[in-house]
């Protein structure tokens, strides 16, 4: 198995979890503090359109929670657009959900250096 990135590491646990994208937020900044979140969107949203076009990780919102059983995956041009919308990151009184979950591919499947990646 490969060597994992520490974000593609928390991608690949809370995406398993179905969690919201704020709390993936959250988990890789080990802090409550929203303002710290909104610095690493950029580098999740790299990652996650990377890996949502291989197929290792699907994206859903929804105005009900939970996002991944509520509503349908959300992918191309709507994804960006999610994607770099803020709101969809926020934690606090959220009028819809944002998830992150497993795809349908393995992700014992991603090679080194698929997406390109950083560590913190």
Not at 71 to 98: F, H, I, M
Request: charged share 30%; net charge negative.
């Amino acid at each position: 198995m490969k060597e994992w990135a520490d974000d593609e590491y928390c991608l690949f646990i809370n995406g398993g979890e179905g969690a919201d994208l704020w709390a993936l937020l959250a988990d890789w900044s080990d802090t409550e503090d929203e303002e710290e979140w909104r610095t690493h969107i950029p580098r999740f949203t790299r990652l996650i359109t990377c890996w949502q076009r291989l197929g290792f990780i699907k994206v859903f919102q929804s105005d009900e929670w939970p996002a991944d059983h509520t509503s349908e995956e959300v992918t191309g041009k709507d994804l960006d657009a999610l994607l770099a919308d803020p709101t969809s990151w926020e934690y606090e009184d959220p009028v819809r959900w944002t998830c992150v979950a497993s795809g349908d591919r393995d992700i014992h499947e991603l090679e080194e250096g698929m997406c390109g990646h950083s560590s913190h």
